[in-house]
């Protein structure tokens, strides 16, 4: 048995050969950059463009790559790496249309703030902008969709700009940064010099906030009687869960958190009101539609949040934190704006808050609300109900679990349903919305956390744009255990198409998928369905004891509808509850 110590030294060693001035390739000082970035695990998938990255990597024992079966499965499988373990995630691909399929998991991670560091080759330098074989302007293609993007013309530039990539992707408001790299600068020699600080010229995000802003801060604390936390994202990327309890714990203020914030705050906590917005709970939308005080933290007032901006929390005094300036007063008006990292933001609040003493009486009505107002659904004996089947893999996993989703209905029961007791436990495609992002994305987070159990959520729809990326699982024994919803249509379109369009079901029916059993079993995955509880659990129960990945067709009604509702251009106060009431 390896132990730490000896880890440790390994570590220790591999740094300092890899860190030794020597006359290399371009290739070999990608692979050596990434190293001593400290990445373990890159995602991606060869061609022309990038032979000579891919043969540096042949019979190199420090470098863990795996293949994918589609760009768009490596780019996606590198993003819930990021978010599951807090790390930048990287992932290759070669020219030409080996990057444009990336393109939609780069305006996925951009949309949600996950750092990633993304790989492309091109064509020889000499044949840029004469339409070679496999060109594409891929950053001109991403730039509206990357925090900055890079096209190497020099091998000298390749270390430094690695290293600023990194150092880009992972600091400020987190996000994806592509580095282009022509083929003939990954052949080119030069001698490597490891570069061991960074700084970028007019790139200093601000961390720490300004002090007066604090003190307006604790003074509307002190003078509101209605006070609420709305918790995004942010507080997840800064790792500033901590701080955020203590806060809270400090002020007694309750507190709603946003999609992306899920995990950013116990679910278990008497104050937490669940999820607000367009399926978010009762209490929650109420409770931000009658606060006099809303204090955002490191959220972006997304459209999905806040329904009609002009009927948006009318009573509140808006206070604002967030890393990027920009978000600030670009959605809703913002009367205290702090600009800061959620982390030293609330570490600072928290030497001087105190508690919100005048909100005893709102406190009080937020519980009724909460005890008159859970989630609801009308249960059935004789089939499965998609929201009982997130009970049952949130009761056996005991809320520990990393849940990755897809897009849709199950998406939005697995927020609805399953509690998470910590942060990084949950990733979804939120800003974006990408069909085909669940399945890889649980591959990542699996990587990024070998002893923790993780359970990708899918519909039906989503699972077949992605279904392909079994065979990685098969191949390298990685045991995410695949949970298919599988209502034979693309429910949230339906749900739109019944409650909006007047039952005009258009081009939604997915009769002739594939059987998902046989599917998962020509990949050599293990193969799951139930249709009714008692074969539920007794086939969920054998795939969480099953060493290696598994799948789980759950096969449910397709008429169910997620329930609380907003309707778009409806304030968040107007929820069509359905039979959740």
Not at 130 to 137: H, K, M, V
Not at 236 to 262: C, M, N, Q, R, W
Not at 383 to 396: A, C, D, R, S
């Amino acid at each position: 048995m390896v132990t730490q110590d000896a880890q440790l030294k390994s570590k220790e060693e591999l740094m300092e050969r890899l860190s030794m001035p020597e006359v290399i390739s371009g290739s070999e000082i990608l692979l050596r950059s990434l190293l001593l970035e400290g990445v373990d695990c890159v995602f991606g998938y060869p061609g022309g463009a990038v032979l000579y990255i891919y043969d540096a990597m042949h019979g190199n024992p420090d470098f863990n790559h795996v293949l994918t079966r589609h760009e768009q499965g490596a780019i996606h499988a590198a993003d819930g790496y990021a978010r599951a373990s807090g790390k930048v995630g990287v992932c290759i691909a070669t020219s030409g249309p080996g990057a444009t399929n990336l393109v939609t998991g780069i305006a996925t991670a951009y949309m949600d703030s996950v750092p990633l560091v993304v790989i492309t080759g091109n064509v020889i330098s000499s044949l840029i902008g004469s339409d070679a074989f496999q060109e594409a302007d891929i950053t001109g293609i991403t730039m509206p969709i990357t925090k900055h993007s890079y096209l190497v013309r020099n091998v000298e530039d390749l270390s430094s700009t690695i290293h600023e990539a990194f150092h880009i992707a992972n600091t400020g408001r987190k996000g994806p940064v592509l580095i282009d790299i022509p083929k003939d600068i990954s052949a080119a020699k030069t001698l490597f010099k490891p570069v061991t600080e960074v700084s970028i010229r007019g790139y200093n995000p601000t961390v720490t906030p300004n002090k007066l802003q604090l003190d307006k801060l604790v003074k509307a604390i002190e003078e509101s009687t209605r006070p609420l936390i709305l918790a995004g994202g942010g507080v997840v990327y800064s790792g500033a869960h901590e701080e955020l309890l203590e806060f809270v714990t400090k002020t007694d203020i309750p507190i709603t958190t946003t999609l992306l914030g899920l995990g950013g705050y116990p679910s278990g906590n008497d104050l937490w009101l669940g999820m607000p917005g367009m399926h978010g709970t009762y209490t929650a939308n109420m409770s931000i539609q009658n606060a006099d005080l809303l204090i955002n933290i490191g959220a972006r007032f997304d459209d999905r949040v806040t329904g009609k901006l002009s009927g948006f929390a009318p009573k509140a005094k808006i206070v604002h934190i967030d890393i990027d300036p920009a978000e600030i007063g670009k959605n809703v008006p913002t009367d205290i704006p702090i600009v800061g990292d959620v982390k030293t933001v609330l570490g600072l609040a928290n030497k001087i808050v105190k508690r919100a003493d005048k909100a005893d009486a709102w406190r009080a009505d937020i519980q009724k609300s909460k005890a008159a107002h859970p989630f609801r659904y009308i249960d059935s004996e004789d089939e499965l109900k998609p929201q009982w089947v997130v009970e049952l893999i949130h009761e056996t996993t005991s809320g520990d679990a990393i849940v990755t989703t897809d897009v849709g209905q199950h998406q939005m029961w697995a927020a609805q349903y399953y509690k998470f007791n910590k942060p990084r436990s949950w990733v979804t495609s939120g800003g974006l919305g990408t069909m085909g992002f669940g399945f890889p994305s649980a591959i990542g987070a699996q990587m990024a956390n070998p002893d923790r159990t993780v359970v990708s959520i899918n519909g039906d729809g989503g699972m077949q744009m992605c279904a392909q990326e079994l065979a990685i699982c098969a191949i390298n024994n990685i045991p995410v255990k695949v949970v298919i919803i599988n209502n034979q249509v693309l429910g949230m379109v339906r749900q739109w198409q019944e409650l909006i369009h007047e039952n005009r079901f258009s081009h939604i029916d997915l009769a002739g998928s594939p059987d998902f059993v046989k599917l998962a079993e020509a990949y050599g995955v293990k193969g799951f369905r139930a249709s009714n509880k008692e074969d539920a659990k007794a086939v969920w129960e054998e795939a969480l004891n099953h060493p290696g990945p598994a799948v789980v067709e759950f096969v449910v009604r397709r008429d169910e509808n997620v329930y609380p509702m907003v309707a778009q251009g409806s304030t968040i106060d107007q929820m069509i509850m359905g039979d959740s009431e």
